[in-house]
């Protein structure tokens, strides 16, 4: 991997640059951490049995596949929109790039409303037992509230809440380690995988499901605007909070298994929690609870921060309407977009379950990275005036190939409820189409009216 050299100059953006090189790495790590693992790894257990670690290093290896893609595009192209201004580039088609951009809009919301369902759920009634949907809707509002708040204000909350989660899994790690130090754990449980199917089925089958643990690193690109100096700073903050991530995402995954076996895992939506209880060893209930609440309320608020900067993308390259481009004279924040998409991710919490909608969202970014991974290819022959990072050929290569494997994974239910979701954007594009015609054609038929009364004037005269 290389960084092709030229003059280097900041590309001039609406939005404020405030994120530095250590907050984009927060940002990338507290995402990536906060998108599912306090979540999902009892979902992960029913496909893999005791073998937790093994998926997530898959998935880990995949994940950076796509990565060295991204860090090449976003380098080259500086522009808020991520995988949409990609795709226009790329393939010169409107319509592909709206629903490249639609199916990372519809991913990134549908993954804020299972985090709102997760952040809703058992940790949450270590403290109050409420109705699960009625506290998602609410959770949603304070995040919208804090997004439109400002970038530099919701990266400072980032910073924190990235902090608290991180100790989170290290002590899920502690605590397991001194419970095996005692004699307690079965450490063969890292090697079983469930009966009736083969390791490699079972392992890859699994790492369709731990994928969602390490999506999150594609929505920085779409704060790419934001960042200083983004050439530089924004591989060495992808790469490092990934391989960050994925190593503590391993050490979570042996010591889950090490402590529970899997039945146990299954049957708890706080199944980190169940671990340390497990243990046995002297910490409180509530305290690991408040950790994985601010872990989940992390990946929600920095999902909703991508996806509000993506439709403020789109909004600016015309495939959604103008008015979502709105941003606050104050502020910087497109107070529009933020105010759509919380609205929209409100209305998912009242659909399907956890495991569908991480599974959702996983189909979703799939079809984004195989067209990043595409892009990154077709865009060779782009040369640009700027110094960008590039990726060895074959990186981009296997990143479609994964997506191809990824995708012939997917159960029939989220094939169908992914392309519920597209069949939605693609009649949004529809409408959006008809929309700037008619305002064309009414822009014309004003400056034809003028021109007449003008000439008429004229003639008066």
Request: glycine share 8%.
């Amino acid at each position: 991997m290389t960084t092709e050299t030229a003059p280097r100059a900041e590309t001039p953006t609406r939005l404020r640059r405030a994120i530095t090189g250590p907050l984009l790495f927060a940002f990338i790590l507290g995402d990536v951490l906060g998108a599912g693992i306090y979540a999902l790894m009892g979902v992960l257990s029913e496909k893999v049995g005791g073998m937790l670690w093994a998926p997530l290093l898959l998935a880990l290896l995949l994940a950076l596949l796509t990565a060295g893609s991204y860090a090449e595009l976003v380098t080259k192209y500086p522009r808020a929109g991520g995988a949409a201004v990609f795709a226009e580039r790329a393939f010169h088609s409107p319509l592909v790039s709206f629903l490249v951009g639609f199916s990372m809009l519809a991913a990134g919301v549908t993954s804020a409303a299972g985090l709102a369902i997760a952040f809703s759920g058992d940790y949450l009634s270590t403290f109050f037992d409420l109705p699960t949907i009625p506290v998602a809707i609410v959770f949603l509002a304070v995040v919208g509230l804090l997004n439109a708040r400002g970038i530099r204000e919701s990266m400072g909350a980032n910073l924190v809440m990235t902090a608290i989660e991180l100790s989170g899994l290290v002590i899920v790690v502690a605590v397991v380690a001194v419970f095996v130090g005692g004699g307690g754990g079965d450490l063969s449980r890292v090697a079983e995988a469930p009966e009736g199917t083969s390791v490699a089925i079972a392992v890859l089958s699994g790492a369709v499901i731990a994928y969602y643990s390490f999506v999150g690193f594609e929505t920085s690109a779409n704060m790419i605007e934001e960042v200083k100096d983004p050439r530089r700073t924004y591989p060495r903050a992808l790469f490092g909070a990934l391989f960050t991530a994925g190593a503590v995402y391993v050490l979570v995954g042996l010591a889950s298994s090490i402590a529970l076996p899997s039945e146990e895992l299954q049957e708890s939506s706080g199944p980190l929690l169940a671990v340390v209880e497990a243990t046995g060893v002297d910490i409180p209930s509530w305290l690991f609870s408040l950790i994985a609440l601010i872990a989940v309320a992390n990946g929600a608020l920095l999902t909703m921060i991508m996806v509000s900067r993506l439709t403020y993308g789109m909004a600016e390259q015309g495939l959604l309407p103008a008015t979502l481009g709105r941003v606050l004279p104050k502020r910087k924040t497109p107070w529009v977009a933020i105010l759509t998409t919380t609205l929209v991710a409100m209305g998912l919490t009242l659909v399907g379950d956890l495991a569908t909608l991480a599974e959702t969202v996983v189909l979703l970014l799939l079809v984004v990275f195989l067209s990043v991974n595409i892009s990154v290819l077709v865009l060779r022959r782009d040369h640009v005036e700027h110094d960008h990072f590039r990726v060895w050929t074959f990186v981009p290569v296997l990143g479609v190939a994964s997506c191809i494997l990824l995708l012939t994974q997917q159960r029939p239910v989220v094939w169908l409820f992914g392309a519920i979701l597209l069949a939605v954007g693609g009649i949004l594009y529809v409408l959006a189409r008809w929309s700037r015609k008619r305002a064309t054609a009414k822009t014309t038929e004003t400056h034809t009216d003028t021109d007449t009364d003008t000439e008429e004037n004229h003639e008066h005269a």
